[in-house]
């Protein structure tokens, strides 16, 4: 069964630092991978995805993802986190069945 | 363009009543999704709709719970005798296929059984 894990329930981080948000799946074959960011009150917006290609993918809000086919993972990086990006955050697999399955959230918090 | 819409945002009802959700699609997409977002559950799929194909009710947690999506756009969830167990936040999404699954999210209705 498809499956994704987020180890980190909750990160802090000071603003400008770097960031990275760890993501794991379990699949078969290779999925489509995203990440979507929740800020408080608001619903999903889709930060990037991964179908193929290059494993390297840009997002929006200088957001950054690896595949990692050998880790099965796709984990989140922004080079210097800003204020702004203090929300939570859910990695997602969707593997042939038209539906998404999310991990757990890492609720990012951002100090001045 | 519009996104996908939702109410109420924020509904309280009793323990025992009948409530209705309801999703507005981004116009022209295909694919309808509810999700559900409990505290401390993250995020759990419910239901999908697919064009005119029987829908996906494999996340239904159990049969108070239903919906419907008319005319291949607008879609009711309902939760029969609520408990409250019930209280979550309820996403809906919507997508085209040919984007690869790429799902547009509304901002989600509240609710809250007392």
């Known amino acids: 069964a498809q499956s994704v894990t987020q180890p980190d329930i909750h990160i802090t981080v000071s603003e400008g630092a770097s960031l990275e948000l760890r993501c794991n799946y379990s699949y078969g074959a290779t999925p489509y991978l995203f990440w979507y960011v929740q800020s408080p009150g608001q619903g999903l917006q889709l930060l990037l995805k991964y179908f193929s290609g290059d494993t390297l993918v840009q997002g929006i809000k200088g957001f950054e993802a690896e595949f990692k086919r050998s880790q099965s993972s796709f984990n989140l990086r922004k080079p210097s986190v800003h204020w702004s990006d203090a929300a939570e955050y859910f990695c997602a697999v969707e593997g042939g069945t038209d539906k998404l399955i999310f991990g757990t959230g890492t609720r990012l918090q951002v100090f001045p | 363009g519009a996104g996908v819409s939702q109410s109420p945002s924020n509904k309280v009802t009793e323990k025992g009543k009948d409530v209705e959700l309801r999703c507005d699609p981004i116009?022209?997409?295909?694919?309808l999704y509810w999700y559900r977002q409990s505290l401390g559950q993250g995020l759990e799929f419910l239901i999908y709709f697919q064009g005119n194909s029987a829908p996906d009710k494999s996340g239904l947690p159990s049969d108070r719970f239903s919906a419907e999506r008319t005319g291949g756009s607008v879609s009711t969830l309902t939760i029969q005798r609520t408990q409250q167990e019930d209280s979550a936040v309820y996403l809906c999404?919507?997508?085209?296929?040919?984007?690869?699954?790429?799902?547009?999210f509304g901002p989600g209705t509240r609710l809250t059984v007392l």
């Open positions: 116009s022209g997409h295909t694919a």
């Open positions: 999404a919507s997508s085209l296929l040919e984007s690869y699954n790429e799902q547009f």
